[in-house]
Every structure is written in C-alpha cells, then in structure tokens.
C-alpha cells in the first residue's frame, strides 16, 4: 500500500498561482500512476490531472489544460499540481490519490484509484 499527504491549499486571488504537494510514502511510489482530483461544495468529485509511472505521460481534464500542470519527482516520492490562472470556479478541495494497480498510465476515473489523501482546500476569489 501507499499512503499520501496534500499539501500547499490555501486562498488565492482569481488569476493567481498556487503549487500543490502530494507526499507518498509506503510501498515503492515508481509503482504507482498518480492523479489529482477535485471536489467543490454541492458537487461530485472530478478528475483534474494525472501522470504515469515514469512521469513521462500526463492527462488533463479540459477544463484545466494549458492553466495546470502535473509533475512527479521519483526521487522525493512526490507529485506536484502546479496550477496558473486561476479562477474561482477552481474552488474545491483538491484530492491526490494513487491507481489501485499498477499499471503504467493514470486514469481520469476515481475509481480506478485506491489510494486517497485528506484532500487540501484552495479557494480562489474574484
């Protein structure tokens, strides 16, 4: 199993920038495609971002493409969400989460993951 931590949420103007962490520590992080998922108020969670094994393939929602980018740095078991222009309809909490098998490619499904942090809460004002 993996187990991983979301860090860096906060409150940010609309058209601000903010870097979210993803920390994973358990069993061998390379084993593991990660996505970040998102979850506003009132509505149901939704694919964001994610990043194969190697880090060489990424997949993103339409709705983020060219504002977000995922990245994942092997050697300090980490996944990273670095989203630009915000806007306040971004507004949610952000979830990382790690596929349930290991295959090579993220998927934009929630259910093809098994392992889920707490979530970190951005907000974005206008």
């Known amino acids: 199993q993996v187990q991983v931590v979301e860090s860096g949420g906060g409150l940010v103007q609309a058209g601000g920038s903010v870097r979210l962490s993803c920390a994973a520590s358990g069993r061998t992080f390379t084993s593991y495609a990660m996505g970040w998922f998102r979850q506003a108020p009132g509505k149901e969670r939704e694919f964001v971002a994610g990043?194969?094994?190697?880090?060489?393939?990424?997949v993103y929602a339409d709705s983020v493409k060219a504002r977000f980018t995922i990245s994942r740095d092997n050697a300090k078991n980490t996944v990273y969400l670095q989203m630009n222009s915000l806007k306040p309809e971004d507004t949610a909490v952000y979830y990382c989460?790690?596929?349930?098998?290991?295959?090579?490619?993220?998927?934009?499904?929630?259910?093809?993951?098994?392992?889920w942090g707490q979530g970190t809460q951005v907000t974005v004002s206008s």
């Open positions: 990043v194969s094994r190697s880090g060489g393939s990424t």
């Open positions: 989460a790690a596929r349930a098998s290991y295959d090579t490619y993220a998927g934009t499904s929630a259910e093809l993951y098994a392992y």
